[in-house]
């Protein structure tokens, strides 16, 4: 059959549509499931517990953890939904801050080798550190144990950060990602070093990583169990905020199209 060039145009503009549509419902249903993986998606900020052991292991106050590593004015909070998966380009240290908990400590990741978000490796574990501990390692305030320190890579493959408290009673990790944790609970709170003023020793652009160890139904939700510093790493982004974009883009060239005609 011979299509004249009217019929043709419009033959193609279904093609096109009917490509579009199918491109759109496939990012919508990639941005669903990663939403419902992802728990707590743009939910804000974790309330922190600024009490429980006194102003010198208060994490995030004046005269707290941070403020005496970092200065509190040289961090940024990064939002609770954009900490969750990790993406690395390049090779990537971790050290050890600091530790108020009585529980060891084991840090880690597990990278999403068959890349389907689900994240169900097994851990890769890069240090931890022994129970009763109670100080910080790094800066000013101590000397670092270099046994408490790793360089690794994901070998480009999205992560997230795992901790293992090794208490009784306790998940074998709790994840970056809430969507892992049991009642999807948020174990991890993060900064971004963005200044060194004060006279710090500060790394701009490396993230500080505080867990709490315990499950919210014990815990003091202060999360300055265990503290870790990561550098050379991306900025972390959940898949979801990701499959928005494509979707949103998707969608803008659709009409964009549409507009055009």
């Given at each position: 059959?011979t299509?004249?060039?009217?019929e043709?145009k419009?033959?193609?503009k279904?093609?096109v549509?009917?490509?579009m ?11 669903l499931?990663?939403f ?8 804000g900020?974790?309330?922190?517990n600024?009490?429980?052991d ?6 995030a106050a004046?005269g707290?953890?941070l403020?005496?590593l ?5 961090l940024?909070?990064t939002?609770?939904?954009l900490?969750q ?7 990537t240290?971790a050290?050890?801050?600091a530790?108020?908990a ?14 389907n978000?689900i994240?169900?490796e097994?851990p890769t ?5 022994p129970?009763?501990s ?5 800066n000013s305030?101590?000397t ?6 790793a ?9 997230v950060?795992v901790d293992?408290?090794?208490?009784d009673a ?9 969507g892992?944790?049991?009642n ?9 070093i963005?200044?060194s003023?004060?006279?710090?020793d ?5 993230y ?12 003091d939700?202060?999360?300055n169990d ?15 905020l990701?499959?928005f974009?494509l ?5 803008f ?9």
């Amino acid at each position: 059959m011979t299509l004249y060039p009217s019929e043709a145009k419009i033959a193609e503009k279904l093609i096109v549509e009917g490509m579009m549509k199918a491109l759109v419902k496939k990012l919508a249903v990639t941005v669903l499931a990663v939403f419902l993986m992802t728990g707590n998606v743009m939910a804000g900020e974790t309330p922190i517990n600024l009490g429980g052991d006194g102003a010198i292991s208060t994490l995030a106050a004046p005269g707290g953890i941070l403020d005496r590593l970092y200065g509190l004015s040289n961090l940024q909070r990064t939002d609770d939904s954009l900490d969750q998966v990790w993406r690395n380009i390049t090779i990537t240290d971790a050290v050890a801050q600091a530790k108020y908990a009585s529980y060891a400590q084991q840090f880690g990741f597990v990278a999403d080798l068959d890349r389907n978000g689900i994240f169900d490796e097994t851990p890769t574990w890069l240090f931890s550190v022994p129970g009763g501990s109670t100080n910080n390692f790094d800066n000013s305030l101590g000397t670092q144990n270099l046994s408490y320190t790793a360089n690794f890579s994901t070998g480009g493959y999205d992560f997230v950060f795992v901790d293992n408290p090794n208490g009784d009673a306790l998940p074998t990790a709790w994840s970056s990602l809430t969507g892992m944790n049991p009642n999807s609970e948020d174990h991890l709170v993060t900064w971004k070093i963005i200044g060194s003023a004060g006279g710090f020793d500060n790394t701009i652009g490396n993230y500080i990583l505080a867990w709490e160890d315990k499950p919210y139904s014990i815990s003091d939700r202060d999360y300055n169990d265990f503290i870790v510093e990561v550098n050379h790493a991306p900025e972390p982004a959940t898949m979801t905020l990701l499959g928005f974009g494509l979707l949103g883009m998707a969608v803008f060239g659709r009409k964009l199209k549409r507009g055009n005609q």
